[in-house]
Antibody, heavy 124, light 106 residues
């Protein structure tokens, strides 16, 4: 059974960089049939897609966050990571990682496996 | 950017009721539309993909239809365990979620 687990600091100071890692177990991150994505949800609000990465390193980003986001993949560790720079209180959210069906032609489509989510609070 | 507009934003219904949620895309997205269920404190769960295909293991009371810009999600007979927030999501151009519909039991 595929499992995804987010990890990283739960508290980040304003203007600093938020860093999270998603560890994938029960399957390979190097599959050609999937993207690996980050989605966030501010408290009491809806879902926002942040971006996705293919095992080869090809990425798609949400245009509204693109200037601050970097997603990377480490196939040797079966992990992918999120960095969000210059954070403010508006970046406080539960951050989810997810497996997204897709390929180099189609891009990410649907999220079929999700991590449990991790709350990141931006505060001094 | 493609915007997704869901309605209603909240809904109260009785057990056994037929429930319908709509999702409108700001431009033609063909059938590149998925529906998710999210219960409090949990990650979203995929219910419907490609507008009308039921994900494996999802009860048949859930269904989806539509193409182009207008889509519908239906629960044929509401059950107590269906209390959740439901989201549509397009993938024709990048990924965008609707704002969600909170479903409550009357």
């Amino acid at each position: 059974q595929l499992q995804l687990q987010e990890s990283g600091p739960g508290l980040v100071k304003p203007s600093e960089t938020l860093s999270l890692t998603c560890t994938v177990s029960g399957g390979s991150i190097s599959s050609s049939s999937y993207y690996w994505g980050w989605i966030r949800q501010p408290p009491g609000k809806g879902l926002e897609w942040i971006g996705s990465i293919y095992y080869s390193g090809s990425t798609y980003y949400n245009p509204s966050l693109k200037s601050r986001v970097t997603i990377s993949v480490d196939t040797s560790k079966n992990q992918f990571s999120l960095k969000l720079s210059s954070v403010t209180a508006a970046d406080t959210a539960v951050y989810y990682c997810a497996r997204q069906v897709g390929d180099m032609v189609r891009g990410p489509t649907l999220g079929d496996y999700w991590g449990q989510g991790t709350l990141v609070t931006v505060s001094s | 950017d493609i915007q997704m507009t869901q309605s209603p934003s909240s809904l109260s219904a009785s057990v056994g009721d037929r429930v319908t949620i709509t999702c409108q895309a700001s431009q033609d997205i063909s059938n590149y539309l998925n529906w998710y269920q999210q219960k409090p404190g949990k990650a979203p769960k995929l219910l419907i993909y490609d507008a009308s295909n039921l994900e494996t293991g999802v009860p048949s009371r859930f269904s989806g239809s539509g193409s182009g810009t207008d889509f519908t999600f239906t629960i044929s007979s509401l059950q107590p365990e269906d209390i959740a927030t439901y989201y549509c999501q397009q993938y024709d151009n990048l990924v965008t979620f609707g704002q969600g519909t909170r479903l409550e039991i009357k």
